[in-house]
């Protein structure tokens, strides 16, 4: 029997079925036990046999001082789904005929439609009532392939990713595709989107190739002209049975084997990304305004760790010495960069090297300030703080000294590589390097003290010695 005509009343009210079950998703970031959901938006993709109503619900909570828009992708079916157990959320009474609502990724018709709309170019509008619509985009590079199965991507993420097994039309196995379904909405493009694609469609191997996109626009009570639009999903080719670089350096580590000679190639990889985004993206020499933003968010930062870790005030004095230092030193230009790179963003491909993932900055970052030019030197910091997190993870084991000198090894391995890559001597730019790692560390402190307070003793003991440590010395 077909659903595809069955709707939910168009109201602003979201069942509470559904409302229970967004507050026990990871993606939904309010810690608020009483969430205030209102449905602001919604489109519909069309299933190909025309058996399976689907619906994507834009989601506004506004328990928060920051209201959040969520993306929900929801399918309606008669009957139920096989293996769909536990992405069913309701079990319904809609006119009179059962209607079972599941979790849109985890139903096959919603991931074909999805993808279909990328690859095919299609646009979905929703009725004025629901004022909302959204657009497929293909790659440049895409190319003609069916899907045979899709499964979301197990783990801790802040998205909801969906991996497909295509073949192509003469029935041999494609490469893979991982679609990002973007669960917190915002106004403006995705950076993860923009620089990507672009790198893709420039030919870059040093990222996964791009697939396509899903654009849309809605009504945002958040936004002074009502309205918004941005990114609501991204796919690209996906890598099968490769390992994060986190996981390869704890390997590493815990095996006491020297990572140099990997360090030294992410770097090369690091100081390549950016030549490609320095060809593609505008780049300028740093203003006066924005050197003035970035220390003042530094500021901001800092203050907003000691407010996270009080015993953190003992170190205010001398990471403002940092602070000043950094600002008398001259600065280099602007450009587009990676924003939130860490050990976790980076696979390990064999035969290809380093890969780069995840361009969408730091999520605790309001959308368009991620999408500026920035310092390159702010990637290189975060990924000097990745090889320092491996130590701080073995900081209590009995190998904690080994694992320190690991990471030691490692950070000086990834800046030669970097420096060799890039020509740019890192190590005169030392004050600037030293005040964005701080900076890292404590942008760190606020994110593990609201994810994973366990953590919170890594960045802090990172400050305590970034602010305190030999300036003498050049290594790393
Ligand atoms: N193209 C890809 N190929 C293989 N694995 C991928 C790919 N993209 C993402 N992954 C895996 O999915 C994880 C989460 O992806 P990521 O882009 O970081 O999502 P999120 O922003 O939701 O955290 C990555 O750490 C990686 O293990
Ligand atoms: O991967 P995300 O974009 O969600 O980034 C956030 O989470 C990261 C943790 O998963 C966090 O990274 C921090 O922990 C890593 C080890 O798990 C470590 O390698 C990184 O250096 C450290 O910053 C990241 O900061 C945060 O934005």
Known sequence: MSVSAVRIPPSREVRPALADWIQHQRWFASSSKHPVLSRVGMWSLVDHRHQVGLETHLILDESAATPVLYQVPLSFRSSTLLGGDRALIERASIDGKPVFIYDGPHDPAYTRALLGLMLDDEAERSDAFHDASAEGHHALTSSDIRVTDSHVLRGEQSNTSIIYDLVHPNGKPAQPVICKVFRALS????????????????????????????????????????????????????????????RVALRSADAGESFAAPARALGEATAQVHAELARLFPVHGTTAAEKAAIMASMRERAAQAVAEVPSLAAESEAVEQVFRLAEETPWPDCQRIHGDYHLGQVLAVPGRGWVLLDFEGEPMRPLLERSEPDVTLRDVAGMLRSFDYVAGTYAQSPHAAAVSEWAHVARDAFLDGYIARSGLDLRAQRALLDAF???????????????????????????????????????A
């Open 187 to 246: 106004n403006g493009p995705n950076p993860d989107v923009v620089v990507q694609s672009a790198l893709s469609d420039a030919g870059s191997r040093l990222i996964p190739r791009a697939v396509g996109n899903v654009t849309g626009t809605w009504r945002d009570p958040r936004e002074a002209s009502g309205r918004a639009s941005g990114h609501l999903a991204f796919a690209q080719e996906f890598i099968p049975e490769v390992e994060d670089a986190w």
């Open 437 to 475: 790692e701080l900076d890292k560390a404590l942008y760190e402190v606020s994110y593990e003290a609201r994810n994973r307070p366990d953590w919170v003793s890594i960045p802090a003991n990172a400050i305590r010695y970034l602010a305190r440590r030999d300036r003498s010395r050049v290594d």
